[in-house]
T-cell receptor
Framework: DTAVSQTPKYLVTQMGNDKSIKCEQN?????MYWYKQDSKKFLKIMFS???????INETVPNRFSPKSPDKAHLNLHINSLELGDSAVYFC??????????????FGSGTRLTVV | DAKTTQPPSMDCAEGRAANLPCNHS???????VYWYRQIHSQGPQYIIH???NNETNEMASLIITEDRKSSTLILPHATLRDTAVYYC?????????????FGQGTTLQVKP
């Protein structure tokens, strides 16, 4: 069973479109995250939710809107996609927002290409 | 969170030990050292963590110097599947921000 699953794995879309990426975890973790990995391979946090409540928003443009219907799901909706949004987006989860010692579990990533 | 410095790349022969260094000279007393790796086209994977004692698990060993200003991740018998980017991260486990700060990492190439 996949612990953290993201869909879709690949997403190619045109500028100006709106798209969503879904994430689900079956680990019973309280906290979920979205990370962005750019073309230079740097990983940066975007958002964090703890029990459906937003706790981290790292100055991400308003076009990005996370939604957590329950603590097992954290979706990412992106409006008016731009070329610079092309990246790999990783979902992750952890035991709680206080960063338990055993770290995070990451999904396999969604490669978004905006053309 | 303390800043870490790692060499950008390293090579290792298959079957030999891979020793990946990390400098964290500004680490504070309550910060732990964590290691993650990212194999190509996959999400980061937790490897090991420690505070001041050396640690070992089924994946690797972590050696932390007595002054805690540096550490070394050891993969005892590297395989081709260990080729990946390895990230050293230091932070307080109870921090309420919950975020990981990834640096550049070390790209380890295991060669046959």
């Amino acid at each position: 069973d996949t612990a953290v699953s993201q869909t879709p794995k690949y997403l190619v879309t045109q500028m100006g479109n709106d798209k969503s990426i879904k994430c689900e975890q079956n680990l019973g973790h309280d906290t979920m995250y979205w990370y962005k990995q750019d073309s230079k391979k740097f990983l940066k946090i975007m958002f964090s939710y703890n029990n459906k409540e937003l706790i981290i928003n790292e100055t991400v443009p308003n076009r990005f809107s996370p939604k957590s219907p329950d603590k097992a799901h954290l979706n990412l909706h992106i409006n008016s996609l731009e070329l610079g949004d092309s990246a790999v987006y990783f979902c992750a989860s952890s035991q709680d927002s206080g960063w338990r010692l055993y770290g995070y579990t990451f999904g396999s990533g969604t490669r978004l290409t905006v053309v | 969170d303390a800043k870490t410095t790692q060499p950008p790349s390293m090579d290792c022969a298959e079957g030999r030990a891979a020793n990946l260094p990390c400098n964290h000279s500004t680490i504070s007393g309550n910060e732990y050292v964590y290691w993650y790796r990212q194999i190509h086209s996959q999400g980061p994977q937790y490897i090991i963590h420690g505070l001041k004692n050396n640690e070992t698990n089924e994946m690797a060993s972590l050696i932390i110097t007595e002054d805690r200003k540096s550490s070394t991740l050891i993969l005892p018998h590297a395989t081709l599947r260990d080729t990946a980017v390895y990230y050293c991260i230091v932070r307080v486990p109870s921090s309420n921000t919950g975020k990981l700060i990834f640096g550049q990492g070390t790209t380890l190439q295991v060669k046959p």
